[in-house]
């Protein structure tokens, strides 16, 4: 299994931004997918998640309303758009993979860096 996200970059306050998670090496219809971040200095932290079979979405309250994940089946590739940035979204940010019934992710991607300044 291969996770590869993308998206990051520099942008400020108030701009927004969009991941991409390209997942591939088995099929994903009984995943969890997931997004965290991890700030400097911080411990990594849950943002988001999407159950690719219904749809049915979760997010940390510090982005709820702000952040939005979704997924595309056939491109086996999860988004997450963020919009109304905060400095305080500056992070690593990172997509995982787990099946639905464990606790735990089992696979996780490079990373990629969302810088925000005020």
């Known amino acids: 299994v291969q996770l590869q996200a993308s998206g990051g970059g520099l942008v400020q306050a108030g701009d927004s931004l969009r991941l991409s998670c390209a997942a591939s090496?088995?099929?994903?219809?009984?995943?969890?997918m997931g997004w965290f971040r991890q700030a400097p200095g911080k411990e990594r932290e849950f943002v988001a998640r999407?159950?690719?079979?219904?749809?049915?979405?979760a997010y940390a309250n510090s982005v709820e309303g702000r952040f939005t994940i979704s997924g595309d089946t056939a491109k086996s590739t999860v988004y997450l758009q963020m919009n109304s940035l905060k400095p305080d979204d500056t992070a690593v940010y990172y997509c995982?993979?787990?099946?639905?019934?464990?606790?735990?992710?089992?696979?996780w991607g490079q990373g990629t860096l969302v810088t925000v300044s005020s």
């Open positions: 995982a993979a787990k099946p639905y019934y464990n606790l735990a992710y089992d696979y």
């Open positions: 090496g088995r099929t994903f219809s009984s995943y969890d």
């Open positions: 999407i159950r690719w079979s219904g749809g049915y979405t």
